[in-house]
């Protein structure tokens, strides 16, 4: 039995509406999701399907994957991971004009392969990179928007949660997707640093120059990071090239966080308990989350409003770049008001039929939504990044933080165009290792 796309449509205004008052992310989808079920197959059915889907999903061998390399970024905290990932960086380019602002970028993306996350890389890089600007006499607005923008490279730079969370509700490989986000990482960064050499150079003195290191201190500052450096590099390329699993390979990540943190003499009870309550809290949530999405997704594709969605779209143009470009515009206006793991588990069952009906691979979806959702952390009125910025700096007025990410949010949309115009950034690297 299927319902109509009406049903569907209700639904989401529901589930819309439950965010907008308040309600976990995962309890407003299963609730609609189930609701939604009931209404279509019957009380009894619905149950018994809602109570399948938990099975299968939390035994899926998969989901392992979310709470190591959870644990491995919460271990990595604990061995001051972001200070050197930062100092690093900017002994190597902090004398040029804006060179703390790229260093920013810089720690941001590094930490970005430890923490997965971009609101808990915004914060960690932002306590320490923040003060150092400030006090070097950097534009409030230029090292607010510089931090606030790098942050979000935590949910593109691999391993991503929300890259995670993806292919697990789109029953897609998580290993390819990680490989397919690191050239979009790559020229993300690259965008974010252009953007600060093109400010620096129409108006120099928003970042005056510093003293240049020396080269023994650039040699010490990256011998700090070797160790987490490597550690990055195996898990990582381990996953590209196929020596692991990403089961295997978050293991081994753990494993080896919880290695270097005891070299580098900071594995202690404290440390290890709060690394484990943070895992375990963070995990539970996404797993709620999931389970919630997986069923909303089912009452979806029972009414049948993705193929209407898709039917619309193909009538309003035949041109696939047009669709891809309003399915951009749709995305962003939703990410303006939706936190960015709702926006994921709302339009997954929607879009994600319509891309494959256009020829195009879930996994460069995967990237597409990602980043669509990247954006949302820095621009009004959700902007999550913005606040959390704000936090730190609280002199700071939101206006300012926003003006200063303005740039950034131009080079966001470059990066975006880029990737609907050539998806062949996103599927070149899994190609190539045979993915």
Same mark, same amino acid.
């Given at each position: 039995m299927t319902g109509s796309p009406l049903i569907g449509l209700a639904g989401v205004l529901v589930l819309l509406a439950a965010l907008t008052l308040g309600v976990p992310i995962g309890v407003a989808l299963g609730t609609v999701g189930i609701g939604g079920l009931i209404l279509i197959l019957g009380l009894e059915p619905a149950l018994i399907k809602s109570g399948v889907i938990l099975f299968e999903t939390l035994s899926r061998y998969e989901l392992g994957v979310l709470p190591l390399f959870l644990l491995m970024a919460h271990v990595c905290f604990a061995a001051d991971a972001s200070r050197d990932f930062f100092d690093a960086a900017a002994r190597m380019f902090g004398? !040029?004009?804006?060179? %703390?602002?790229?260093?920013?970028?810089?720690?941001?993306?590094?930490?970005? =392969?430890? #923490?997965?996350? #971009?609101? @808990?890389?915004?914060? =960690?890089?932002? %306590? +320490?990179?923040?003060?150092?600007?400030?006090?070097?006499?950097?534009?409030? @607005?230029? @090292?607010?928007? =510089?931090?606030?923008a790098g942050g979000t490279l935590g949910q593109m730079v691999p391993p991503s949660a929300a890259l995670i969370v993806f292919g697990i509700i789109a029953e897609q490989s998580i290993g390819r997707l990680f490989t397919a986000a690191i050239v979009p990482a790559i020229t993300q960064t690259l965008l974010y640093c252009a953007a600060i050499v093109v400010l620096c150079? +129409? !108006?120099?003195? %928003?970042?005056?120059? =510093?003293? #240049? @290191?020396?080269?023994?201190?650039?040699?010490?500052a990256l011998v700090r990071i070797a160790d987490i450096g490597l550690l990055v590099l195996l898990v990582i390329g381990g996953i590209a090239v196929g020596w692991f699993s990403p089961p295997e390979a978050a293991s081994v990540g753990a494993v080896g966080a919880l290695l270097l943190c005891a070299w580098r003499r900071r594995l202690n009870r404290a440390a290890l308990r709060n690394a484990l309550s943070e895992t375990l809290r963070t995990s539970g949530m996404i797993y709620v989350v999931v389970v919630g999405a997986l069923i909303f997704s089912v009452f979806i594709s029972l009414t049948g409003l993705a193929e209407q969605v898709a039917y619309l779209l193909g009538a309003f143009s035949d041109s696939r770049i047009i669709t891809l470009l309003v399915m951009a515009a749709l995305l962003l206006v939703l990410g303006s008001v939706l936190d960015g793991l709702a926006l994921m588990l709302l339009t997954t069952p929607i879009l994600l039929p319509i891309v494959q009906s256009i020829g195009l691979s879930p996994i460069w979806f995967g990237i597409f939504l990602v980043r669509a959702m990247e954006i949302g952390f820095v621009h009004p009125p959700i902007g999550m990044n913005l606040f959390v910025i704000h936090d730190i700096a609280k002199d700071v007025s939101l206006s300012r933080i926003f003006k200063g990410v303005l740039p950034f949010l131009a080079a966001d949309f470059v990066h975006l165009l880029l990737l609907i115009l050539l998806p062949a950034t996103v599927m070149w690297l899994p190609d190539l290792l045979g993915q």
């Open positions: 004398h !040029r004009r804006g060179g %703390l602002a790229l260093a920013s970028i810089g720690g941001c993306a590094g930490f970005g =392969t430890i #923490s997965g996350s #971009s609101l @808990a890389t915004a914060a =960690t890089i932002g %306590l +320490v990179a923040l003060p150092e600007m400030r006090r070097r006499r950097y534009s409030d @607005a230029l @090292a607010t928007g =510089t931090i606030a150079r +129409v !108006r120099p003195q %928003l970042a005056p120059p =510093t003293a #240049s @290191a020396t080269w023994a201190e650039r040699r010490a």
